[in-house]
């Protein structure tokens, strides 16, 4: 699966967010790139994982090797929370919208969702009980309230953390799929 990224060597544009009319529309994709301080995080994590690792070749090389395997164990339950960090988001596809967190799942199938739409209010800043005015991306479906919605974005999350153009961006994106999918 190629991993396009924004390089210092090209512009960016706004069209490398859009999906292309050829594109496979079936396939699950994140309408918007995941945020620096996100991918940060997993690499500061990615970083001690390989700290972690050299330290269990240490160990099995001078100690015992279930206390190696323990350490090898803990370097592969970071990289395992590295890899989920940078997979958590919205993700669209003509099958639905799906919210990945960092220990669930929940997806929504379009004929389910009543509404999308980005609304002012306070959020979670970087998902911590403390909150601060901004926008959220938020979905109704049709078993739920409309009071009882959680966020799929806020201005103050992991990916759109001072970036709130990105944020309008991701939010039209994400409207624009339920517009279309929802009519047929």
Known sequence: MPLPFLTADRTYESADDV???????????????PGPVRVGTAALCLLLASYVLFAAVVIAL?????????????ALAIIACALRLLRMGVWVSA??????R?????TVPWQQVVAVRTVQQPVRWL??????????????????AAEDVVPLLT???????????AFDRAA???????????RG
């Open 102 to 106: 960092f220990l669930v799942t929940q």
């Open 62 to 74: 001078t100690g015992s090797p279930t206390s190696a395997g323990v350490i090898f164990g803990l």
């Open 19 to 33: 999906a292309l009319p050829y594109d496979d529309t079936a396939r699950w994709r994140r309408p918007y790139r």
């Open 155 to 165: 201005t103050h999350n992991l990916d759109f953390l001072a970036r709130v153009s």
């Open 95 to 100: 099958r639905g919208l799906r919210h990945v």
């Open 127 to 144: 998902g911590l009980p403390r909150t601060v005015q901004g926008q959220a991306l938020t979905v109704v479906p049709r078993d739920r």
């Open 172 to 182: 039209d994106t994400v409207e624009a799929w339920a517009a279309e999918h929802h």
